[in-house]
């Protein structure tokens, strides 16, 4: 029973319980619904928000997008003008395909070469030996043997043109001679070519090379540091020369052409136009020297082919001529030479010398020349040539013994020239074709000659540098535009000067006798320097002996045209010398500064935005090609004047390397983002227009990061918006009047500069022309003298003084600020105090009114000062007042950045001081 009411009264109990946890339940539910709703609704607005979002994003990337088109159409816009120009870029490879080809069939060539050799080292001690040979400087090959006989042997293979002929018209015609005269020419003859070309230069001079070049001034070059005074036989040779090469295009191609006369065809043409042979010269010559750009290997080839047969038809005339009487050959005795020089039957006497010398005049354009086609083929082409020109020769004598007799040719007089006479009137006109194509190789050989001159002085600074084209892959192949037109000029002003053969034989030899008297000084010191002093003392004199007879000979000649030679070897000598002294005195002056010389000043030009940017990259081009160090001429032409601030200063050299297709580059930053220092190597057969390579080597800093970032808004000549604005400078020098030189040295300096403005600038050589650079001369800083000071003098008129407006008002200022002092003083110390604002802000209200303004408050000042000293402590107040002005006008001067009066101070170095207190 109490079971049963516990259970009834826990029944209402449990079902309160279990509403009430149905409520939690249903409470739960709902609230587990609001949280799901809440959370539905959430990621709802979620999704709207990030729809939203994205919308947002997307209409702002399109915005970006819209907004970059517009820049590009907008910078395609401006820089649409870039398309009109045809600015050079570089390509990604460092080598053309013609180039790769050129290396391709040179190191085809080597190979077989080298294996040719090695086959023939297999064969015997032959084999080796010749295997030796060309691996030696001595190489020999077939096609530059040939260019040999086209390039060194055309000046010496036209002596029997003209030697001949020279002899009878010394000894009064063919009637005059006999029997001892011609054996005594040809013994003369022969011993002169087997002494001075053969044994002097061929076996002596050509053993003695300057890395494969020869000539007088590579010769110098080896010796130089024996003793100073060798300087003098070096340029008197080396001027001699070149007035020797002016001459020779002259007398071989006009002796040549003369010889149409001789043919009866042309006779009558001949002899109705009196000048018809000058112009024929005149043509060929211009021909000939159109031609030289191509090169000495192109012109060789086909000249060689012709010399070749030129000498094998001097050897073949010689033998027809000899008649099978061989007697003639008695003339190699010297002793035939030697009586015939001292007899009475020698007409000429001592000048037949002057005549024998011509058959040696292309030894020195051999030696000159060995570099053009290797010491090797001149050796083996030389026994050739010397055969056939003594057959010749001794022909040509032949001939004149036969014929001493000749009515005819002895009514001729002096005009009879064997070499034609000789020839039968059939053969006569290959003689002539054959002749005139040798005269053209004969000068040849001589303008080549006079290309590795000048390239020789110009390296030893006795001549403006020039610029030189190698056409072929030997760099020894040279071409100089300027000294090819210089040739040409001067070789037709002795054809208008001369106009004929006859006339340019007299004036032709005597230079080129100085040449080799100077080179066998040369030689000798050389020889004598090489510890074998014997060999030296009696090369010496045997040489020096007939050479001096060589020159006291020529000398005959002076006044018969001779002089115009002499002429031409003094102005040639003068340009040496002028030079040379010139580049002497410049490298005295020349000072070069380290990094921390020339860093601070550049530091702050760099980082002082008061100046405007003169370019965002400034080009400098330099000869000095060492890395570590800055030329003083580029620093202060940076600070000359207005100081041209850039973003990038460039200091540029240019090398060029005995390679042909060297392109490489150097970078010395010294440790700045903004001073770069430049060194670029170029091949010599690779063009030396420089502004390609300059973008180049910006572009691949930029790139790396060395260079900041620049870009181009506006277009430019250079097509290149990724670089800034880029100058390029290039610096001369110029005489300073208060120099201490003396008038040598003075007129040395004048000279060079003239010269050196004819010569022709560095902008058209290294392609700067169409960038617009800038020529800029510096003083070139030698001891200067001091003038005496100026003595001012005070202007009068009459009587009276005149006075400025400026200087009544000062004192009336000055009058104005003393009547303050004393008020200021009566007043006591309350009243005489100035704050030194109020000081400064009367400074500030007296520059406003201007440099006039300024120049009365500093006269002002100055008598008040004189006031305050003779006061007491107001005056003294009123002083310290004023300064306190000064001071103001001071700073605020120094913000405006100019200075209107007082003391001048220049904050960046420039040329013409050392000291801060300068001005401008």
Known sequence: MAQSQDRGSKQPQNRRIRRRNDGKT????????????????????????SKAQKQAVTAEQKALRAEKRAVSAEKKALLRADTFTNAP?????????????????HEQEEQEEAKKLTEASSRGPLGRWWRKMQSSPDKVTLGMAIVALGVVYGDIGTSPLYTSQTFLAGQGGLGNIDRPAVLGLLSLVFWSITLITTVKYVLVAMRIDNKGEGGIFALFSLIRHHGKWLVIPAMLGGAAFLADSVLTPAVSISSAVEGLKTIPLFEPVFRENGNLSLMITVAIIVILFCVQSRGTERIGKVFGSVVMVWFAFLALTGIANLSGDWSIFEAINPIYGIQFLFSKHNVAGLAIMGTVFLSTTGAEALYSDMGHVGRGNIYFTWPFIFVALVFNYFGQGAWMLRHQGDKALIAAGAGVNPFFQMMSP???????????????????ALITGAFSMVSEATG?????????RYPARTRGQLYIPVVNVVLCVATLSVLALFKDSEHISAAYGLALTVTMIT??????????????????GIFFVVFIAIQTLFFVASMAKFLHGGWFTMLLTACILLIMVTWNDGTRIERSQRRHMKPRDFKPALDKLHDDFRIPYFADNLVYLTSDWEMHRLDTDIFFSIFADHPKRARAWWAVSVVTTDEPFTREYSVEDFGTDYI???RIKLGFKVSQSIPAYIHQVMHDLSASGELPEQKSVYPKVDADPDIGTVRYVLVHKALMPESKLTAREALSLKMKYAIRHVAGSPVKWFGLAPYNPVVEVQPLFLSTRRPPRLKREPLRSGKRRVESRDSAASRKDAKEGADRSRSKARGGAGTISVSRKSADAIGVVELAKGRKGLGKLAKSVK????????????????????????????????????????????VMPRPDTKSGKSGK
């Open 863 to 906: 008598l008040q000062k004189l006031q305050d000293a003779q006061g007491d402590a107001g005056a003294k107040e009123s002083k310290a007042a004023a300064s306190a002005e000064g001071t103001g006008r001071k700073a605020v001067a120094d913000e405006r950045g100019k200075v209107d009066t007082g003391e001048q101070t220049t």
């Open 519 to 536: 080179t066998t000084i040369l030689l000798t010191v050389y020889i004598w320097y090489k510890h074998h002093r014997v060999l030296a």
């Open 676 to 678: 770069f220092r430049v």
């Open 426 to 444: 059939n053969v006569r006109y290959v003689g002539v074709i054959l002749s005139v194509a040798a005269g053209v190789i004969a000068s040849q």
């Open 460 to 468: 030893l600074n006795w001549m403006p540098h020039l610029q030189v």
């Open 89 to 105: 870029k570089v390509a990604r490879d460092t080598l053309t395909r013609e180039e790769r080809q050129a290396i391709a069939k």
């Open 26 to 49: 249903e409470k739960n539910s709902a609230e587990k619904k609001a949280v799901r709703k809440l959370e539905h609704e959430t990621d709802e607005v979620s999704k709207v928000a």
